[in-house]
């Protein structure tokens, strides 16, 4: 579905369409955003085939498949964890000499793995750095339904440079600000992105392990303060966590995580809930699983965590 030109020269390539990435394309297509679908074999022929449908309106995005066209200014990152490994060569292929890539998967190492993939294809070790920028997007709320994805809240984007990695220039984050802009969507640069991801992870430790062994709905966390409590009790595990990590997050973190978590549709189901209900592997391995991880290093207790880890497991079997 076409839509009105925007102007801008930069050419964004999306890996990844699944709930968050079609919204994001339907987004971008609708204002008129040069954007492709990136992907290869039966994902490429189903994605022409039958396109995507978005709010009740089906999109016929173009489908670079293997990410043979490259040299896309902006590739965004939308798959699934589980996924990553699996699409890294599209998305340096895409990528080519000079783009952009643009991590939104939860997590905390999404990035550096990216970075690794880049050496190993031989990019310059100068380069490697700045062409990764760390991003997450936060309030969106989109869910499958019968007749494609629906979504209420558009969320936000936030994105930076790490200055203990390297700096990325500002060439480059003004060129992202101008292709959210151009599309509606809202983009804020993160002064501390290091820390913004780690709120996102405290985030999804909470709600997605929460609401996929309750396998409830956003609605039920609003309601009932007992799914509250359950939710909040991982967070604080991964809020103490990234004080031994020298992030140090604070209770107001995950305070403005409840007021955002008040306006989310009451009906649309986290990620993890609707890969429960569909028998895909979860993400635990990323949230609990890393939670874990880290607390052993530190010589501290995941109590809650280790109880979500197992939980998740066994529903996976």
């Not at 990216?114 to 750095?129: K, M």
């Not at 499958?144 to 990325?168: E, S």
């Not at 802009?181 to 992105?193: L, T």
Request: with cysteine; hydrophobic share 45%; aromatic share 4%.
């Amino acid at each position: 579905m076409p839509g009105r030109d925007t102007g801008l020269a930069e050419r964004v390539g999306l890996v990844g369409a699944g709930a968050v990435g079609a919204s994001l394309v339907a987004m971008m297509l609708d204002a008129g955003v040069r954007v492709a679908v990136i992907a290869n074999g039966e994902r490429a022929a189903r994605l022409r085939a039958e396109g995507i449908t978005v709010n009740g309106t089906k999109y016929h995005p173009p489908v670079d498949e293997g990410g043979e066209q490259g040299g896309y200014d902006l590739v965004i990152v939308a798959t699934k964890s589980t996924q990553l490994d699996e699409a890294l060569q599209l998305i340096v292929r895409a990528a080519g000499r000079d783009g952009v890539i643009m991590s939104l998967l939860n997590g905390i190492s999404s990035e550096a793995i990216i970075r690794d993939a880049l050496r190993l294809e031989g990019t310059p070790p100068e380069s490697v750095e700045r062409r990764v920028v760390p991003a997450m997007i936060l309030g969106i709320d989109a869910t499958r339904c019968d007749d494609g994805i629906a979504y209420l809240n558009r969320g936000t984007v936030y994105f930076g440079a790490d200055p203990t990695v390297a700096p990325i220039p500002d060439s480059a984050l003004e060129a992202i600000e101008r292709v959210f802009a151009a599309a509606g969507i809202p983009a804020s640069r993160s002064p501390d992105i290091t820390r913004t991801l780690w709120w996102k992870f405290m985030i999804n430790v909470g709600i997605n392990q929460a609401s996929a062994i309750l396998r409830a709905p956003y609605g039920l966390f609003q309601r009932s303060n007992h799914a509250r409590d359950l939710m909040v009790a991982a967070m604080e595990e991964a809020r103490t966590l990234s004080d031994l990590e020298g992030v140090g997050l604070t209770r107001s973190d995950i305070d403005q995580w409840i007021t955002t978590l008040a306006g989310l549709n009451p009906e649309a189901k986290t990620s993890m809930v609707q890969d429960v209900e569909q028998g895909r592997p979860t993400e635990v391995d990323l949230f609990a699983g890393t939670v874990l991880e880290l607390a052993s290093r530190h010589g501290v207790e995941a109590p809650v965590n280790r109880v979500f880890f197992q939980l998740l497991r066994a529903m996976e079997k």
